[in-house]
């Protein structure tokens, strides 16, 4: 995919994940796709979103 869209100019960064459930085994692999993403493009962002219901207390908005 970076390969592919390299040249577009409206890609502004890469996510590498998108509410995934945190884990060791989650971060390792995290940690082994932005390093193996960054050589093939070294001027973008690399994004993670993640999921924060595994948080012990989740934000809350508000009564």
Not at 9 to 15: D, E, M
Not at 16 to 29: G, H, V, W
């Amino acid at each position: 995919m970076i390969a592919r869209d390299y040249n577009r100019s409206s890609i502004i960064s890469w996510s590498i994940t998108s509410e995934s459930a945190k884990s060791p085994e989650r971060n390792a692999f995290l940690h082994e796709l932005a390093a193996a993403a960054r050589p093939l493009d070294a001027t973008r962002l690399i994004t993670a979103t993640t999921n924060r219901s595994s948080l012990a207390e989740p934000h809350k908005t508000g009564d």
